[in-house]
């Protein structure tokens, strides 16, 4: 098993930047695909951006360019750095693990972090 746990977030004007962290104890994560993953008011939790075991990165199309995943071994920490946010990417943020096969879909993640909230005003 693995125990995420979130750091950073908060509240940012539009253009600005700010960086989320998650933190995995248990297993290390380079064991598993690490996902983050959003869900705005009324809206359905989607996809943002992923490593994969393998170091790999995917983005959603909607942050494609604007922010960077990343992750430290050493530090057993998985990183999104976000640049020019916009109003659309206010959300609750929540980091992933997931074992299997790498995928998109959160329903296939098996470990979450706690959440954070990241509000862009304009």
């Known amino acids: 098993q693995v125990q995420l746990v979130q750091s950073g977030g908060g509240l940012v004007q539009a253009g600005g930047s700010l960086r989320l962290s998650c933190a995995a104890s248990?297993?290390?994560?380079?064991?598993?695909?690490m996902g983050w993953f959003r869900q705005a008011p009324g809206k359905d939790r989607e996809f943002v951006a992923a490593?994969?075991?393998?170091?790999?990165?995917d983005y959603a199309d909607s942050v494609k360019g604007r922010f960077t995943i990343s992750g430290d071994n050493a530090k057993n920490t998985v990183y999104l750095q976000m640049s020019s946010l916009i109003p659309e990417d206010t959300a609750a943020y929540y980091c992933?693990?997931?074992?299997?096969?790498?995928?998109?879909?959160?329903?296939?993640?098996?470990?979450w972090g706690q959440g954070t909230q990241v509000t862009v005003s304009s």
């Open positions: 490593i994969s075991k393998s170091g790999d990165t």
């Open positions: 248990g297993r290390t994560f380079s064991n598993y695909h």
């Open positions: 992933a693990a997931r074992g299997r096969f790498y995928t998109r879909s959160y329903t296939g993640y098996e470990y």
